[in-house]
């Protein structure tokens, strides 16, 4: 990360790109036991946070993840009733699951209970849901939870981390997708935030083949634009019990009384198509 007066810059040494973010002023800073989150106004994007000096959020492209997190694997399951959250501190994927009249219990499990209190204060709209009667927020180990989660209690798994390295990277470890496994319902689905197909592939095959080892009948990574982060090209991997991932509730999709500004029946169905080089790594 760099900063002059005026712009915010994310380097990403290893491809030798950078996102830039004009801004108008530093809002808050402060390190907790777990990392350093800052928060900045900008020109034209509203408020943006760091974690660790990297990009997280900011107010004008989150809905596009927090939809794809969220309403893809929601729909592909016949009837989401339980969904726990991991990480998400943020609370905008918990604020789309939310939508989903079906689910009964929607856990948030975050370890730094600071990222949920200022998203709170600096992005409201993302909070929306937190007082919802179906949401229970969690600060601890996800990890931990999902351990000791009853087995088949749990119809979607949802992994909003952070990247692969700190407190999050536990979260991308065979033994962490055998107690998701485990405690998945039968037609369960594990839907976890997977990076850039263009620059990450070293994270993305190796997932899929931990996944398939877990115990995951079917996996697949499906892919959005996300603008702020490495590359402008994001992806979340998918893994289900016992069922394929290729359908989905293409009717409910049409039928839903809530409004998304990205996802919609079309991207679904776009979303899930394996570029050929893709397919030639995931192959081998």
Not at 235 to 252: H, L, N, P, V, W
Request: include cysteine; hydrophobic fraction near 35%.
């Amino acid at each position: 990360m760099s900063l002059d007066e005026h712009w915010y810059t994310e380097a990403y040494e290893e491809c030798g790109s950078a996102f830039s973010l004009r801004i108008k002023e530093k809002l808050h800073d402060e390190t907790t036991p777990y990392q350093r989150i800052e928060i900045y106004a900008t020109e034209k994007f509203g408020n943006l946070m760091t974690i660790d000096g990297l990009v997280m959020l900011t107010d004008r492209d989150n809905f596009v993840y927090h939809e794809m997190m969220s309403h893809p694997a929601l729909f592909i399951h016949e009837n989401p009733r339980k969904v726990v959250i991991i990480g998400g501190g943020d609370c905008g994927t918990l604020h789309e699951v939310l939508k989903h009249t079906e689910v009964e219990q929607a856990w948030q499990i975050e370890i730094d209970e600071r990222v949920t209190r200022l998203s709170e204060q600096f992005f409201p709209a993302l909070c929306q849901s937190n007082n919802d009667a179906r949401a229970q927020l969690y600060f601890g180990d996800g990890i931990q939870w999902v351990k000791d989660a009853e087995p088949g209690s749990i119809d979607v798994i949802i992994i909003d981390s952070t990247d692969p390295v700190g407190p999050a990277e536990g979260l991308f470890s065979e033994p962490f997708y055998r107690d998701c496994e485990r405690a998945l319902s039968d037609s369960g689905i594990l839907v976890q935030q997977s990076e850039s197909p263009l620059y990450h592939m070293r994270i993305i095959a190796p997932m899929h083949k931990a996944m398939a080892r877990a115990g995951f009948t079917d996996t697949k990574t499906l892919h959005f634009c996300q603008c702020s982060y490495p590359s402008g090209w994001w992806s979340a991997t998918m893994a289900r019990k016992g069922r394929s991932i290729d359908t989905f509730r293409e009717q409910a999709v049409q039928q839903r009384r809530f409004e998304t500004q990205y996802y919609n029946a079309d991207i679904h169905r776009g979303a899930f198509a394996t570029p050929e080089f893709m397919r030639r790594i995931l192959d081998q």
